[in-house]
């Protein structure tokens, strides 16, 4: 059993924050069975500002956009100093997931702010990032990407579901999609309602509001619940389909929130019972939507009639889940290791995905990279013996 040390970022449609996890990872790579321990996490809120600006990097002009690219680099590589410093954190390796812009990945396309020369002229191991751009040119969705990493670290329970900027399940790495928009679309009703918010506190401001059944239809009605199979969800997407359906110059905020709650809950019940299809299931649900009360309440009550059980988590594993599991991803890929499946994206092969990029030295974990090489070159050579065996 070998232990590696790694730092996971994530940054949600939700702009939230940047969440930052440090944990060990213990595994063998010839058995590819792996535990995991959190040791520190961190959520960085992004200032007014910052949040204005990434929630209008899809309006931006090519080189306004470029321009975020490098500012929100730095700003990545300079939370990633402080965290590091400030606990005395001796990383092997770091990967992000990036903030993405873009997602279309019918038209091939997906963007992810966070460029990894900058970030990793910052620090002194490697950085690996843009873990979607491989599977999407490969005609898979490029997400849900967190499955893949369940498949290895939490298969205690029969599904995950992910209640971050958009719903996503994961079925033990099997299987995995978009379920529906959740934060994003709640946390823009909350400061359309109140400025001063950012998202609804235990779902505060939902449980003022009633149901609209006429609104529920429409968004029920939309094609993308039509489905089947890998599929996955976009900004643009919500802002053109959902945005215009939920008006508050026609109906209460608070109305549209308690909708969005029923719309979010109704999905996720249904995605559950089709994927479940046993008696006495369980589900492990994180994100931030799960500090959402209302939510909750209704997502148990619903579940719980199919015989389904939300199983309790530790905060931390409920906020940062995201973040370990990309860190996980990025060891995968320093280990040449198969970290995206097409189960999952739909795309022709699984794959090892990820950037690397090196950090401004190369003699602070000489020791680690050796391991990193020394594993690719034994899982290369035990291919070619069993080619050559096989040909004899």
Excluded at 170 to 184: A, E
Excluded at 189 to 203: A, R
Excluded at 260 to 280: E, G, M, W
Aim: glycine share 10%; hydrophobic share 35%; aromatic share 8%.
């Amino acid at each position: 059993m070998t232990s590696y040390y790694g730092i996971g970022i994530m940054s949600g449609t939700s702009l939230d924050g940047l969440d930052m996890c440090y944990a060990e990872f213990t595994g063998d790579p010839e058995t590819d069975i792996w535990g995991y321990r959190i040791e520190h996490a961190v959520t960085v809120t992004y200032s007014k500002n910052m949040q204005e600006r990434l929630g209008k990097a899809t309006t931006l002009s090519g080189i306004d956009l470029v321009k975020l690219h490098i500012d929100y680099s730095h700003f990545v590589g300079q939370c990633l100093e402080k965290f590091i410093e400030s606990r005395n954190l001796k990383p092997d390796f770091i990967s992000s997931h990036g903030h993405t812009v873009f997602h279309q990945p019918d038209k091939g396309i997906t963007f992810q702010l966070g460029d990894g020369e900058v970030i990793s002229s910052y620090i002194r191991c490697p950085f690996v990032c843009n873990f979607r751009s491989k599977d999407v040119s490969m005609g898979g969705q490029g997400a849900p990407l967190v499955p893949c990493g369940e498949k290895f670290l939490f298969q205690q329970t029969d599904l995950c579901i992910n209640l971050g900027g958009i719903a996503n399940v994961g079925c033990k790495g099997d299987k995995g999609f978009d379920v529906c928009p959740c934060n994003m679309v709640l946390n823009r009703l909350t400061s359309l309602y109140d400025p001063s918010l950012q998202y609804d506190k235990g779902g505060e401001v939902a449980a003022t509001g009633k149901v609209l059944p006429s609104i529920l239809e429409k968004l029920d009605e939309l094609d993308y619940y039509k489905q089947t199979g890998p599929r996955s969800l976009g900004y643009e997407w919500i802002s053109n389909k959902v945005f215009p359906i939920l008006n508050p110059q026609e109906h209460p905020i608070p109305d549209l929130l308690r909708t969005f709650v029923d719309h979010i809950t109704d999905h996720i019940t249904s995605c559950c019972i089709k994927a479940i299809n046993k008696p006495n299931g369980s589900v492990l649900v994180t994100g931030g939507g799960a500090f959402n009360t209302t939510l909750m309440l209704d997502l148990k009550q619903k579940l719980s009639k199919h015989n389904i059980k939300v199983v309790d988590a530790e905060d931390e594993i409920v906020e940062y889940k995201e973040a370990l599991i990309f860190a996980f991803l990025g060891l995968r890929s320093l280990l040449n290791m198969e970290n995206v499946f097409c189960s999952v994206t739909g795309s022709k092969t699984d794959c090892v995905s990820g950037s690397i990029h090196h950090g401004t030295t190369c003699n602070s974990t000489p020791s680690l990279q050796d391991r990193f090489n020394f594993m690719i070159r034994k899982r290369s050579l035990g291919v070619n013996e069993l080619r050559i065996i096989r040909e004899k």
